[in-house]
């Protein structure tokens, strides 16, 4: 699915996604961005799109959602899209397949998980605990949502492989519509998924994963090193513009965040934008910044070891580049 955001095109995909403020005239230079899910939880990416930071730094984006973080690693290696919205598990799986291109991470956007788990029934006093021997809807093997929740249950002393049955061979996205029907006693889900079920009455809402994983490098922004080493320029551009939708968020309310924001979920009313939005405010999901630092890099390495998922230890300097980043902080602070 995609959103051109350019003065010719309107709202042809509202399902997904709405207009933009931006205008860009005629000489911005054309950027395709792939995201992994359109979801709220990306909510700096959209106060960019929306309040037109990206025309005022010379770029014209377009906004393609992989469903997906394999998904967005074929098409950015492919070609197909120019920068990478993903967890950075999948930079370090392909530098382990030895590429002659590979990826390199840029800017880090969030620093927590941005799924919850939702129970069939209400749950006041839920304890992680509360998951043994049951029936949960997981995510992909070997992807930040999945590794996650594992790395969540063994901080509980729960063993992911015995204590309980999770299924990881249901589609990305798809866990939500297939939790009504089953039955599975949990889910995990993103946004406005995890809303949606307890608006229909049919789950509830019970943790938060990113609260309960701690500080985690979950989403990034990435490009083959052949992009970087052509377009420094670009990329600086659209790390500036990326840094100004952080700055609004941190500045301002849930609610001011959501209206900003609501031409992206069309389908979604202004009260429940508010409501997902204050979640994941309350539970410091956004940097204030964009540079994704060594710490951070290292837990996920360790979360993916931990999963059984990383192939060698990688070195943080050749997937790690906080140039942009930094840059664009240094610019934004300055008076």
Known sequence: MKKWISLLLVCLLGLMTGCSKQEPAADLTPVTLNEVAHSIFYAPQYVAIENGYFAEEGIDLTLVTGFGADKVATALVSGEADIGFMGSESSIYI??????????????????????????????????????????????????????????????????????????????????????????????????????????????????????SGYVPYTAYSVKQSYLSEHPEILQAFTNALQKGMDFVQSHTPEEIAKVIQPQFEETDLETITTIVTRYYEQDTWKSDLIFEKDSFDLLQNILQEAGELPAWTPYEDLVNTEFAEKAAKTAAAP
């Not at 998980?113 to 992909?140: C, H, I, Q």
């Not at 729960?158 to 299924?167: E, F, N, Y």
């Open 95 to 212: 530098y382990n397949q030895n590429p002659e291109d590979y990826i390199v991470n840029f800017a880090q956007l969030t620093q927590r998980a941005g799924n919850f788990l939702v129970a069939r029934e209400p749950m006041e006093n839920f304890s992680w605990e509360d998951l043994k021997g049951t029936y949960v809807l997981g995510g992909r093997k070997g992807g930040m949502p999945q590794m996650v929740f594992e790395f969540i249950l063994k901080k509980n002393n729960i063993d992911p492989a015995t204590d309980l049955s999770i299924d990881q061979s249901i589609d990305f996205g798809s866990t939500a519509a297939a939790f009504t029907s089953n039955d599975a006693q949990f889910t995990v889900e993103f946004e406005p998924s995890a809303t949606a079920l307890e608006t229909e009455g049919v789950g509830h809402v019970v943790a938060s994963l990113g609260e309960a």
